[in-house]
Nanobody, 122 residues
Framework: QVQLVESGGGSVQAGGSLRLSCAASRDTAGYCMGWFRQAPGKERERVATINGGGSTGYADSVKGRVTISKDSAKNTLYLQMNSLDPEDSAMYYC?????????????????WGQGTQVTVSS
């Protein structure tokens, strides 16, 4: 079992930045980990992932504005978000899967955090 705890969300004006953190309860070396978001009335969507080898992937909507990274020594996943837009407002979730490669299906991820709210005002 892996417990994931997100932090770093908040309210920010458009154009601002936030860094989200996700602390894992144990070593997640070799795991796929990712950030997802869900806005009211919308489906949960993938934002960024990093696989067991450190390769990253991003949704088209955030490419160039967002960076996912992992500090293995701290068992912590990060999401640096810049040039935020009101469309980025959502609950952001951290997830982990014990596989090296990231699942294609969001539902296949093994572990989920409780989420941290990001609100971007215009």
């Amino acid at each position: 079992q892996v417990q994931l705890v997100e932090s770093g969300g908040g309210s920010v004006q458009a154009g601002g930045s936030l860094r989200l953190s996700c602390a894992a309860s144990r070593d997640t070396a070799g795991y796929c980990m990712g950030w997802f978001r869900q806005a009211p009335g919308k489906e949960r969507e993938r934002v960024a992932t990093i696989n067991g080898g450190g390769s990253t992937g991003y949704a088209d909507s955030v490419k160039g504005r967002v960076t996912i990274s992992k500090d293995s020594a701290k068992n912590t996943l990060y999401l640096q978000m810049n040039s935020l837009d009101p469309e980025d407002s959502a609950m952001y979730y951290c997830a982990a899967d014990s596989g090296w490669y990231c699942p294609l299906s969001i539902a296949a991820f093994d572990y989920w955090g409780q989420g941290t709210q990001v609100t971007v005002s215009s």
